[in-house]
């Protein structure tokens, strides 16, 4: 089989850099054409040395040959390029949350702003392959899950499909700090990330509404009741969570 012909649309963020690290050294895939925004036109090994063996030039466009594209742009900066992609008849890995979402009216609530291609909610796959993979392999718009929604429907989706638990759930979650992107801000300096935790986004976290759709599609009779609590915690990166219900009555002493 002919390698995959891959691209990264922002290979300067956390995850454009981290995707480079791993389609460089897959075996099928051969990592074509980069671009990035800030670090147009330099060398991939002068902005990430650790890179070096992929003699790449970061790009403002991607070349036209590729096969599949990696976009790993901030939410709302990737609807934009997303469609014009998928006609010229490349398959998109959108890594943001544009397309996370089948509910339309759920992006102004958590995004802030209203969806421009609410059709192509309905054509993405959510990209878990432990719940959609023979979706994933046939689809040209796959919607990368987030990093709090991927632990935490793995962890659950078991109980929830075999309906073993009542459906009232804690999920807490801590995460490390490369979460919230390359880009600096106060919460993520380290003299306020080191040797702190905090609890945050306690109105309620955009990882919220994948987690009860996914959950949901599952057991549609389940009606879930989800608590959902992220906290910054001072490791770089890697998160964990701990989700909690009750057993549902009788199933420990055999009467369910
Ligand atoms: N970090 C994570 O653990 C994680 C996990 C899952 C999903 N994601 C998602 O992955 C995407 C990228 O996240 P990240 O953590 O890699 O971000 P990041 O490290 O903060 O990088 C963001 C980069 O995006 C570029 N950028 C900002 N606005 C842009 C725009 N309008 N158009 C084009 N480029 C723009 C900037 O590059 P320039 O300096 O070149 O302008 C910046 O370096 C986000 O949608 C995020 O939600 C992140």
Redesign the pocket.
């Known amino acids: 089989m002919s390698p995959i012909k891959a691209g990264i ?2 290979v ?7 995707l480079a690290r791993l389609l460089y050294q897959h075996p099928q895939v051969e990592l074509e054409s980069v671009t ?5 036109g330099q060398e991939l090994a002068d902005v990430f040395p650790y890179l070096s063996k992929t003699r790449l030039s970061i790009k403002d466009e991607l070349d036209s040959n590729i096969n599949v594209v990696f976009s ?7 609807i ?1 390029v997303v469609p014009s992609l998928l006609k010229k008849g490349m398959k998109v890995i ?5 397309f996370r979402l089948k509910n339309a009216s759920e992006y102004p609530r958590w995004y802030g702003f209203d969806h421009p291609s609410p059709e192509l909610l309905k054509q993405a796959v959510y990209g878990l392959p432990e719940l959609h993979r023979d979706d994933i392999a046939s689809a040209t718009l796959i919607a ?4 709090y929604s991927t632990g935490a429907i793995l962890a659950l989706a078991p109980v929830v499909k075999e309906r073993l638990i009542c459906p009232d759930i804690i999920i807490d979650s801590k ?1 490390g700090v ?6 600096l801000s106060l919460t993520t300096h380290y003299s306020e990330a080191n040797e702190n935790v905090c609890a945050y986004s306690l109105e309620g976290h955009r990882h919220l509404p994948e987690i009860e759709q996914e959950l949901e599609k599952l057991n549609p009779e389940f009606s879930l009741s989800i608590t959902f609590v992220p906290h910054l915690v001072p490791m770089t ?1 890697g998160i964990l969570s701990s989700c909690y219900a009750k057993l549902r009555g009788g199933l420990l002493d055999g009467s369910a």
């Open positions: 649309i922002n300067t963020g956390y995850i454009g850099s981290d990035g925004r800030s670090t147009a790993a742009m901030p939410h709302r900066s990737s934009e959108d890594v943001s949350a544009d990368n899950p987030g990093c995460s490369s979460g919230a992107g390359r880009a990166r």
